[in-house]
């Protein structure tokens, strides 16, 4: 920052870790009572500890003064460089917004992917990886999805471990995806799932813990389906019937016919709550028939 137009852009030479600014070839007025502030960025290199910044200022005032002197000063600075803790987090992704969150509400059949992410800042690495996640019992895992792949897992598919042989340095991150089914929702609110890691930097371990859960809700079965339609007709002609079904929940709906002569239709649909569906049939021979639909 400049306090007049009296000044000029120094000359900036840039030497291993100096850096001068030079103006004795430049219009350079500071008068009694002004500021010149000179303003720089850096960047951490490496984790060191507590490292002093010295700074210089090497001038004289004007030559043509009675008394001209020259002037010097210094002053410093001290900056704390310390490596942060390595970073352990657990993520579930939205099926809704696909961002990485921790908790998600899902149903019995859905399937969710967790992320697991550890990062590393220091100056050596982290080594003998060994992640291990906990399914809770509301879930089990979906063989072949893990990345990278799993080392091993329970057969009950509620267990499994990730060994990584290669190290993470400063500022990478160990990455770990994979998918689980929800089997169940007797269990409530209890569906937090827990992800552990062990490591070591050097001969120092490194352990910590992270969780990420879904809320199974209860899937309310849809109400039995109103059905109306013909009522009489002659053998080998065709009727019509139209069934009406509401699921409490909104979801779509899908729909199987009996027609009391020992066929039926295959599953139909998905069909959105509320919406009127029609299918036809014929008998063959003379009798009274119950028409049935179920959701």
């Known amino acids: 920052e400049y306090p007049s137009e009296d000044f000029e852009d120094p000359e900036i030479n840039i030497t291993d ?48 003064s009675p008394d001209p002197c020259h002037l010097t000063d210094s002053d410093n600075a001290y900056v704390n460089i310390t ?91 160990l990455t770990i995806e994979f998918n689980a089914k929800v089997i169940d929702d007797s269990c409530g609110d209890s569906g937090i799932n827990t992800a552990t890691v062990n490591a070591f930097e050097l001969d120092e371990p490194y352990t910590a813990s992270d969780t990420a859960g879904v809320f199974v809700l209860m899937n309310t079965p849809p109400c039995q389906p109103d059905i109306n339609g013909d009522t009489l007709g002659e053998p080998g002609q065709e009727l019509t019937f139209r069934a009406i079904g509401v699921d409490p929940d909104g979801n779509d709906i899908f729909y199987k016919f009996d027609w009391g002569d020992e066929t039926q239709t295959d599953w139909i649909g998905p069909f959105e709550s509320g919406q009127s569906v029609i299918q036809t049939h014929i008998w063959e021979g003379e009798g009274e028939y119950s028409v049935k639909a179920k959701l």
């Open 17 to 64: 870790n100096h850096i001068i600014y030079n103006w004795t070839e430049k219009e350079f007025n500071l008068f009694p009572g002004e500021t010149i502030t000179i303003t720089f960025d850096t960047i951490v290199t490496e984790y060191c500890g507590l490292v002093e910044n010295l700074a210089f200022v090497d001038l004289w005032n004007c030559s043509s």
């Open 83 to 173: 490596a942060p803790p390595p970073v352990f987090d657990k993520w579930i992704k939205d099926p809704d917004s696909s961002e990485w969150v921790e908790l998600v509400d899902v149903y019995v059949e859905d399937e969710v992917t967790f992320r697991i992410e550890l990062t590393y800042y220091g100056n050596y690495n982290l080594s003998n990886i060994s992640v291990v996640d906990q399914l809770p019992c509301t879930l089990e895992f979906v063989e072949g999805t893990a990345d990278p792949e799993e080392t091993e897992f329970t057969e009950d598919l509620k267990i499994i471990w990730w060994n990584i042989s290669d190290p993470i340095e400063d500022g990478e991150t």
